[in-house]
């Protein structure tokens, strides 16, 4: 495909949840892994790896795991709570979509730290402050390439759930006990359109020159 302005990558990037089976060609996957080495680190340490997942056991795998815990987090959990607003409803809702059907994603790319973040916040900025900027160049990557993507946190290392009834998804990918899995990224050709994602007016969250004074 063309290329993409950087303006359409950034406003049409959504979350897409819903993937066709059509496998990803391994040099986009290749592509969007670069991509994602691109973005900045604290100190330029390049706190990242990558765990690219095809295999369609081993997704199957992560996908229990995934579904285990998002079924009593979200399922049991977030959508049960009597105080939640319909925005929060629509978007956990939506989110119900991964948890019962991520072993269709052709692709899932694993967003790794090559070590344990550590409990103080002041340092643990500088672990997640790395990681999650390659996630994004990722997503936009993909978006290049015509690809859908979805940024999912649970069943990952830093989950508030741990799977019991199926192994983790730290266990599945083998990892290395001071490695930590921080994101999942479902990759596919979306069943949907590209469109902006919901978004609150960038007024509401900006202010000028100092607290207080809104745009």
């Given at each position: 495909m063309g290329d993409l302005s950087l303006h359409e990558a950034i406003f049409t990037t959504r979350s897409m949840r819903h993937l066709k089976a059509d496998p990803v060609p391994r040099d986009d996957l290749e592509y969007i892994v670069e991509a994602a080495t691109m973005a900045p680190s604290a100190g330029n340490t390049q706190m990242w790896a990558f765990v690219v997942v095809t295999d369609r056991e081993q997704i199957g795998k992560i996908a229990a795991a995934y579904r285990e815990?998002?079924?009593?987090?979200i399922?049991?959990?977030v959508l049960k709570q009597p105080?939640?607003?319909d925005d929060r409803r629509r978007v956990y809702s939506k989110a119900m979509h991964n948890v019962e059907h991520l072993d269709e994603a052709p692709a899932i790319v694993a967003v790794c730290m090559p070590g344990r973040?550590?409990?103080d916040a002041d340092n643990a900025s500088g672990f997640f402050g790395s990681n999650y900027p390659a996630a994004q160049n990722l997503m936009l990557a993909a978006r290049s390439r015509g690809l859908g993507t979805v940024f999912l946190t649970l069943a990952t290392?830093?989950?508030?759930?741990?799977p019991t009834e199926n192994p983790s998804v730290h266990e599945v990918?083998?990892?290395p006990e001071d490695a930590t899995v921080s994101?999942?990224?479902p990759v596919g050709y979306p069943v949907g359109p590209w469109g902006r994602p919901w978004r609150?007016?960038?007024q509401e969250s900006t202010q000028w020159d100092r607290w207080g004074s809104r745009a």
């Amino acid at each position: 495909m063309g290329d993409l302005s950087l303006h359409e990558a950034i406003f049409t990037t959504r979350s897409m949840r819903h993937l066709k089976a059509d496998p990803v060609p391994r040099d986009d996957l290749e592509y969007i892994v670069e991509a994602a080495t691109m973005a900045p680190s604290a100190g330029n340490t390049q706190m990242w790896a990558f765990v690219v997942v095809t295999d369609r056991e081993q997704i199957g795998k992560i996908a229990a795991a995934y579904r285990e815990v998002g079924r009593e987090y979200i399922g049991e959990g977030v959508l049960k709570q009597p105080d939640l607003t319909d925005d929060r409803r629509r978007v956990y809702s939506k989110a119900m979509h991964n948890v019962e059907h991520l072993d269709e994603a052709p692709a899932i790319v694993a967003v790794c730290m090559p070590g344990r973040c550590p409990d103080d916040a002041d340092n643990a900025s500088g672990f997640f402050g790395s990681n999650y900027p390659a996630a994004q160049n990722l997503m936009l990557a993909a978006r290049s390439r015509g690809l859908g993507t979805v940024f999912l946190t649970l069943a990952t290392d830093y989950s508030p759930i741990r799977p019991t009834e199926n192994p983790s998804v730290h266990e599945v990918l083998e990892m290395p006990e001071d490695a930590t899995v921080s994101a999942l990224i479902p990759v596919g050709y979306p069943v949907g359109p590209w469109g902006r994602p919901w978004r609150n007016a960038w007024q509401e969250s900006t202010q000028w020159d100092r607290w207080g004074s809104r745009a």
